[in-house]
């Protein structure tokens, strides 16, 4: 069964956690280049494939978010950034209810910081996981609840639309998942998680396996190692297109 893990959602800093990065300066060598013999023959360069440019081009397009935030940590406490940064410590050690209880508090305190939202949807959809279907219903309504709030704190939080998706597959509503995982990809058109998310709506809910196969390819070109699991997961989906064409189906 195929499966996606959620993520600890853990950011380099406190500034893209809650906002956004900054721009990191730059040196140039002062060195001269070395010298190029006249004898020396070009070497030959591959040309690129068509998926290696989109990739390309993907990776060149900027993140809407961390762009409009760049800025913005510069103007949080020291006892905010403490606060968060240990409310992470617990999740990341998986003490749960001590994330959420602090996370909790800085949403009252901080309601107009949209990763304290998604941190909590992002507890309830672990907690959730661990829970059977009743309480698990009521977990994923809970993380319906803070996603949303994530998005209403900050409309470009790909992250939130892509937990939402996540939320609203596992509710059967797939028209309203793909849309989120649409959304997450327009901020950030090179957010690997969003395509592989999209890839399992398109391949087991929404019986598009051409399209299914289309995100799970660009996900692993996205990543810097591409995974195994998902290696797996395309070699199953071109033996199930062969199959139907060769039954005279198109899907």
Known sequence: ??????????WAGIGLMLAGCANLPFSESTQEPPEVSDTATAETVEPLTPLQ???LDLKAQPNLYTQQYSQSNQT?????????????AYKA??????AESLFKHLSETQPQLSGVWLQLGSIALLKGSQLKKTA????????????????????????????????????????????????AIEIWPAFPEAYVN?????????????LALDDYTLYQALLDEPSRQVKGWIADLKRQ?????QNGGSQ
């Open 1 to 10: 069964m195929k499966y996606t893990k959620y993520s600890s959602f853990v």
């Open 53 to 55: 440019i989109k990739v």
């Open 76 to 88: 949080l406490s020291p006892l905010l950034k403490k606060q968060f940064t240990q409310a992470i």
């Open 93 to 98: 050690e998986g003490e749960l209810e001590q």
């Open 136 to 183: 698990k219903n009521t977990s994923l309504d809970k993380s319906e609840t803070y996603l949303t709030n994530a998005i209403t704190a900050n409309k470009l939080n790909f992250k939130a639309h892509n937990l939402l998706g996540q939320v609203y597959r596992n509710q059967g509503q797939f028209t309203q998942a793909l849309h989120h995982y649409d959304k």
């Open 198 to 210: 999209r890839g399992i709506l398109y391949d087991l809910y929404l019986g598009d396996k051409l």
């Open 241 to 245: 297109i062969k199959a139907q064409q």
